[in-house]
């Protein structure tokens, strides 16, 4: 298949995958204020908005994402935000929220590395980087965006007692906290069964919640786990985009994941597209604004055939 019937293949699914992801977002948008959960309105609204992000890159940064990749980018939010939190599979499937993390390593790292590859192949800077260093500076990158996302789980959890850090049920612990004799050995429980928790109601009475299977953890594997599997995600694009920079013809797939600075003749098309929309905008408006005027006309000429 030619280059550009193949890109206008891929463009027309990018614009199809777009729409229909809107399309669902905005009824569950409906359905959510209807059973008036807000919280889940806002989570739809986010994503609508995370849905303009590529194009406001696109407009305002001239920066060319590959379809493939928006078309990932646009999986990804619906997945993370309408799946995951409104439909809640981030408790019915255990393995979901690994899932998205690796998928966050992989593409973070695509991203900084293009961002750096892109500042080293130009000439505006004196930058020049050998590709092994590039490639850690994308694992680090996507490390670092990994790291950013569990604070503000763990901040969002304590300040507003939510649980994005999901808890686990683990039978064997070992903690220093345990030894009563204050010598910084850890006491090891095996093979726990189960946890009976004691706390007080708002009314100050004694409440007992037993967790059945073992011990509750707070958060701390699940946090691990995040960022073991964005490492897995991120080394694995740093390898693609080393051998990448050795030989861009033979891996000329890792461009589908890396966004690209806009050439002349591209921001020059993109302008005029614009342009275009602006005056397809404007001979909108114009036409309702004239339909509005016919509109008032005929009432009033009716209203004055009534008198008359």
Known sequence: MPIKARSRKLRAIDVTVYVILRTLVILVLIAQIINRNYENV??????????????????????????????MIFLFIFASEILGEVAKFYVYFKHWDTILHTMNGFLAAAIGFSLIDILNRSERFHLQLSPIFVAMIAFCFSMTIGILWEFYEYSYDVLSKHDMQKDEIVTTIASVSLDGTKSNKPVVLENVDKTV?????????????????????????????????????????????????????????AENFMPKRKTEKEIEETKAEIARMEQLLELKRKRKRVAKLIKQADKENKKYKEEK
């Open 42 to 71: 806002f989570l739809c609204v986010l994503t609508l908005i995370l849905f303009l992000v590529p194009f406001w890159m696109d407009r305002r940064w001239n920066i060319k994402i590959p379809t493939f990749l928006e078309i």
């Open 197 to 253: 928790i004691y706390s007080k109601d708002k009314d100050g009475k004694m409440v007992e919640t037993t967790i059945s299977g073992g011990y509750l953890d707070i958060g701390l594997r699940d946090t691990m786990e995040d960022l073991f599997v964005n490492f897995l995600g991120a080394y694995s694009f740093s390898i693609i985009g080393w051998l990448y920079i050795h030989n861009r013809d033979k891996y000329k797939f």
